[in-house]
C-alpha cells in the first residue's frame, strides 16, 4: 500500500511544473472576463489533467527507472489508474468551486450544475479506461500521437457530451431514476467500476509482456 | 611493511605479493605473531582483485610462513622460526648460485671469488 | 553462495539474439562483464533488472525469482543504468525525494555525504547536468540504499580518468564488506579489470567464457614471432592471429600447449583482457 502511495507522490510532484497552466486555464475559463460556458471546465480539464498524469512519465527511460524501483509491474499500473482517478476527481472538484462561485457571483446563490459534473466524471472515466491500456499497448512512441487523438477526442468529446447532457429527454430517464434510485445508482456505479477493473487487467496484462 | 606493485613487469601479481610479504617475514621486520592487512583491506589498498590477493596469502599459508584463523585474520606464523631460518637459508643460497653463475661467466674462479668476499668483508668490518 | 545465477537465457531480437547465455555470479566478489558494442551485456542486465522478459530461461537474484513482473528482489539491488532514467527536469533534490521512500534502507546522511564528495548541487536541475555529474548521481542514490548488490551498466561511460579512479576506490570501499557484490558491464575493459574477480565474457549474445579473471589471464598467452613459423595448422591453435609485413601477433588460449610447441622460437607475453577481447571478437567477425 506504501509503495502506491508513493508512486501517487511522485506524481504529484512531477505535476507541479503544470500548475501555473491549470490556474491560468481555470481563471481564464472561469467566465471571469469573457463570458464563457463552462463546457470549457467541466468538459475539457478533467480530460486535460488525465493527459498530463499519464504523459508525465512517457519516456522509455522514465518506465525504465519505474520498473527498477523494487515496485511489482501491475503496482506501478494500479497507481497510474489511481493518480489519474484522483486528478479527474481534482479537476472536477475545482471546476465545481469555480462553477459555484460563479453563479454565486451572478444570481447570489451558490449552485452547481450536477448532471453537467455527472456526465463529465462518468465520459472522463470511461475515457481513461480505453486511455490507459491504449498508452500502455502503444508504447512510448506510439504514446506521442495517442496523447494529440486523446486531445481531440476530447475536444470533440467535449461538445457531444454538454450536448447530450442538455438537449436529451431526461424526462423518461429521471422518472425511471426516482422509482428505482438505489438500483439505478448501483447499477451506474457498478458498471463503472466493471469497466475500470477490465481496463486496468488488460493494461496490467499489456505492461507485464513489456520490454523497456 | 610496504607493498609496491607493478602492473607491467610481467610478473604475477599475486607473486609479487607474496614475494614482498615473504622478504619482509624473513628479514624479521614482520614479527611471529604480527597481523597482516585483511585481505580485503589489502585488495583496496593496492586496488587490485579480492582473488588475486586471497591467492598471495594461500600461498604463504602453504609455505607455513602466515596463519588464518576465520572471522579474525591472517598473522605471520610463530611456532615455526626452524622453518623460517631454513627459508632464510635456502634464500641465501639461491643468491649465492646467483653468484657463481655470474663468476664462471666471466672466468672468476670459486678460490679468487672467496678471496674477494673475505677482502670486502674485512673492509666492511672497519 | 551466488548473488545472481543466469541460467539457459534466450532472447531474439531483430538483428541479433543472446543464445543460451548461463553464468554465476558469485556473491561477495566483483564480476565484470566484457565484450564489444552489441554483445549483448545491456540485454542481460536489463533482464536481471526485469526490464526485458526472455523467451527462455531463468534468473535468480540473491535466491528470489527475478521474474519481469516482480519488484521485490530490487530492494537490494542498487542500479545504475547506462544513461539517466530520471526525471531530468527535476532537480537532483526533488529526484531524491521521489526515490528514497522506496527504500527502508535509505541513508539520508550517506546521500547527503556522497553529494558532497562527488561535488554535486542538490537544486541543479539534472537536465542540466554533464554526462559525468549524471553518472555520479546515480551512484550516489545507488549506494545511499546500502545495497547488497550493485549492478552498474557501462559505469565509466562519460567519466573522466580522475573519477574513473575515485569510482574504483568507491567500490573497492563497498567490497570490503564480504556479503556485498558487484556486477558491471563495459567495453572499456582497462580500468576495471584491475579489481575484477570474476570475468564474463559475451560475443554475438554468446558467452565465450566466465572464470575468474587471473584464471583466464593464466589460460591465455599472447604470441609474436616471425611470419615463416605460420602455417594453417599453426593458425587454427590460436584463438586469433594478427598478420604484417614485419611478424604476427595471436592469441591462444592454451599456453601450456603452445609453449611447448614454440618453445623459444617467439617471444611471449601476457595478455591483457583487452587483447583477448580483440582477438576473439576479430576471429568472430571473420569466421560470419
Given at each position: 500500500m506504501s509503495e502506491i502511495l508513493n508512486l501517487v507522490r511522485k506524481d504529484f510532484i512531477l505535476q507541479r511544473r503544470y500548475i501555473w497552466i491549470i490556474a491560468l486555464y481555470v481563471i481564464g475559463f472561469s467566465g471571469l472576463f469573457m463570458n464563457s460556458n463552462l463546457n470549457m471546465l467541466y468538459g475539457l480539464l478533467p480530460g486535460m489533467m488525465l493527459i498530463l498524469v499519464v504523459s508525465s512519465d512517457m519516456r522509455q527511460a522514465n518506465q525504465q527507472f519505474l520498473v527498477t524501483l523494487p515496485v511489482k509491474r501491475s503496482r506501478l499500473v494500479l497507481s497510474k489508474y489511481v493518480t489519474s482517478i484522483l486528478f479527474v476527481l481534482l479537476a472536477l472538484a475545482t471546476c465545481s468551486i469555480v462553477n459555484m462561485g460563479m453563479s454565486l457571483y451572478h444570481s447570489h446563490s451558490a449552485s452547481i450544475d450536477y448532471t453537467m459534473l455527472l456526465a463529465s466524471l462518468i465520459s472522463v472515466l470511461v475515457l481513461m479506461s480505453i486511455y490507459l491500456p491504449l498508452y500502455y499497448w502503444l508504447g512510448i512512441h506510439g504514446g506521442q500521437y495517442l496523447n494529440v487523438a486523446m486531445m481531440m477526442l476530447v475536444m470533440l468529446g467535449n461538445g457531444a457530451v454538454s450536448g447530450i447532457a442538455s438537449e436529451y429527454d431526461f424526462t423518461n430517464m429521471s422518472t425511471w431514476l426516482n422509482s428505482h434510485p438505489v438500483g439505478s445508482i448501483a447499477l451506474g456505479v457498478s458498471s463503472l467500476l466493471l469497466i475500470i477493473v477490465i481496463s486496468y487487467l488488460i493494461s496490467v496484462r499489456i505492461f507485464k509482456g513489456r520490454d523497456l | 611493511m610496504n607493498i609496491l606493485l607493478s602492473?607491467?613487469?610481467?610478473?604475477p601479481i599475486y607473486w609479487q605479493i607474496a614475494g614482498q610479504i615473504r622478504s619482509a617475514i624473513l628479514q624479521g621486520e614482520l614479527a611471529p605473531g604480527a597481523a597482516l592487512p585483511s585481505i580485503r583491506q589489502l585488495a583496496k589498498d593496492l586496488q587490485i582483485s579480492v582473488i588475486t590477493t586471497k591467492r598471495a596469502y594461500d600461498e604463504l599459508e602453504k609455505e607455513g610462513l602466515i596463519d588464518s584463523v576465520v572471522g579474525k585474520g591472517s598473522f605471520v606464523s610463530g611456532g615455526n622460526q626452524e622453518f623460517i631460518r631454513e627459508q632464510q637459508m635456502k634464500q641465501l643460497e639461491k643468491q649465492i648460485r646467483e653468484l657463481l653463475d655470474g663468476c664462471h661467466s666471466i672466468s672468476v674462479s670459486t678460490d679468487q671469488l672467496i678471496e674477494w668476499i673475505r677482502l670486502l668483508d674485512q673492509e666492511g668490518g672497519k | 553462495m551466488n548473488a545472481i545465477e543466469v541460467q539457459g537465457i534466450c532472447k531474439s531480437y531483430k538483428n541479433y539474439r543472446l543464445s543460451d547465455v548461463t553464468f554465476q555470479v558469485p556473491k561477495g566478489y566483483i564480476t565484470g562483464l566484457i565484450g564489444p558494442n552489441g554483445a549483448g551485456k545491456s540485454t542481460i542486465i536489463k533482464a536481471i533488472m526485469g526490464l526485458v522478459k526472455p523467451d527462455q530461461g531463468s534468473i535468480q537474484v540473491l535466491g528470489h525469482g527475478a521474474e519481469q513482473?516482480?519488484?521485490?528482489?530490487?530492494?537490494?539491488i542498487g542500479y545504475i543504468s547506462d544513461e539517466s532514467i530520471y526525471y531530468d527536469w527535476l532537480s537532483m533534490e526533488q529526484m531524491k525525494k521521489i526515490i528514497a521512500p522506496f527504500y527502508p534502507a535509505w541513508d539520508e546522511t550517506a546521500f547527503q555525504r556522497y553529494m558532497e564528495l562527488f561535488e554535486l548541487p542538490l537544486r541543479k536541475k539534472i537536465k542540466d547536468c554533464s554526462k559525468g555529474m549524471k553518472m555520479k548521481y546515480a551512484i550516489a542514490i545507488a549506494l545511499s540504499h546500502n545495497p547488497a548488490l550493485l549492478i552498474m551498466d557501462?559505469?565509466?561511460?562519460?567519466?573522466?580518468p580522475v573519477f574513473r579512479r575515485e569510482l574504483l576506490e568507491l567500490l573497492a570501499e563497498y567490497i570490503l564488506d564480504d556479503q556485498k557484490t558487484i556486477l558491471f558491464s563495459t567495453?572499456?575493459?582497462?580500468?576495471l579489470d584491475r579489481i575484477a574477480d570474476y570475468v564474463t565474457f559475451l560475443n554475438r549474445g554468446q558467452l565465450i567464457f566466465s572464470d575468474t579473471k587471473d584464471g583466464v589471464l593464466e589460460r591465455y598467452v599472447l604470441v609474436k614471432g616471425g611470419k615463416e613459423l605460420l602455417d594453417n595448422d599453426v593458425r587454427r591453435e590460436f584463438v586469433g592471429v594478427r598478420e604484417t609485413g614485419i611478424g604476427f601477433e595471436a592469441l591462444s588460449a592454451d599456453r601450456g600447449g603452445t609453449v611447448s610447441m614454440f618453445g623459444d622460437s617467439v617471444m611471449y607475453q601476457q595478455p591483457s583482457l583487452e587483447d583477448i577481447m580483440y582477438f576473439t571478437v576479430k576471429e568472430a567477425r571473420l569466421r560470419v
Open positions: - | 602492473h607491467s613487469s610481467g610478473e | 513482473g516482480e519488484g521485490r528482489y530490487k530492494q537490494e557501462e559505469p565509466t561511460a562519460g567519466l573522466d567495453h572499456v575493459t582497462t580500468d
